[in-house]
């Protein structure tokens, strides 16, 4: 039986593998390859390069931003919130938006909610696993009393975070407005969600 439950694992994670392969924020920056040989300052240069990609492929996908910050505004006048939610460093970076936007925007405490699954321990370390439960990220939601007025956007660089998954169904099941926002084309997320970005 034990041999059995570790093929299994072995036969899943060979799986996960494979499905990852094709995703391009899986793959290897061929540009990069050599970034581990060059002195600094071309390290850097490289760095500053891929970086000024960044602008041109927000550009690509401004109509729905826009849909997106419209449906927030809307929420908002409706007593709505917005709500982030991720695993990891996608977890994280919604964190740190929420987190600035009372000081940066006025906005009251509250109105704009980061979740991350395995909670507030992830924020400074790796919660293994968190990422992988469906039902911790609609567990998380309901501990926040989601409402339809609400909207959550679900952060998954890969697009695919069972977490977000779970939460952005859990949404849709409420009647809020959701929003997918991953770096592959084609995100799993992008089909339990409104908006995909």
Known sequence: MRSQNRWMRGH???????????????SRNPDSQDIDLLPVMDILKKINDADAQVAGVVRQV????????DATVR???????????GAGTSGRIGLLDAVECPPTYGVPEGLVIPL?????????????GAEDD???????LKTIELNSHDVVVGIAASG????VVGGLRYARSLGCTTVALACNKSAAIASEADIAI
């Open 12 to 26: 899943m994670n060979n799986r996960l593998i494979d499905d990852l392969k094709g995703l391009a924020s899986e």
């Open 62 to 69: 401004l109509p729905e931003v826009a849909k997106a910050v």
């Open 75 to 85: 929420a908002f006048q409706s007593n709505g919130r917005l709500i982030y939610m």
């Open 116 to 128: 991350i699954a395995g909670g507030e321990a992830a924020v400074h370390r790796a919660q293994e």
């Open 134 to 140: 469906p039902e911790l990220g609609e567990a998380d």
């Open 160 to 163: 695919r975070t069972p977490y």
